[in-house]
């Protein structure tokens, strides 16, 4: 079993930069692909990036591509999503997640944390 607890969320002025983390309990998380989904109020839940276990593949939904970079680092048991040039309708709760396989869907991973608050404001 994984436990997982976001952090890095806050308010910031459209342009600036955010660094979320996640921190994970458990054994599984070095072999665990992870994943960071985002949403806003009154949205559906939607895709942002994943990364394989290994840190040699990562995927990026295409409203963020170029701008939000994801990592990990296994002896830190700690996944970061790395946002630069943010807009306003990237303000959302930002959730990470780990499962078996990368992917973009959220019914691919098992394990969700809290989420953690972004605001992006004009």
């Known amino acids: 079993q994984v436990q997982l607890v976001e952090s890095g969320g806050g308010l910031v002025q459209a342009g600036g930069s955010l660094r979320l983390s996640c921190a994970a309990s458990g054994r599984t998380f070095s072999s665990s692909a992870m994943g960071w989904f985002r949403q806003a109020p009154g949205k559906e839940r939607e895709f942002v990036a994943a990364i394989s276990w290994s840190g040699g593949s990562t995927f990026y939904a295409d409203s963020v591509k170029g701008r939000f970079t994801i990592s990990r680092d296994n002896a830190k048991n700690t996944v970061y999503l790395q946002m630069n040039s943010l807009k306003p309708e990237d303000t959302a709760v930002y959730c990470c997640?780990?499962?078996?396989?990368?992917?973009?869907?959220?019914?691919?991973?098992?394990?969700w944390g809290q989420g953690t608050q972004v605001t992006v404001a004009s």
């Open positions: 997640a780990a499962g078996p396989i990368v992917r973009a869907l959220a019914e691919g991973y098992d394990y």
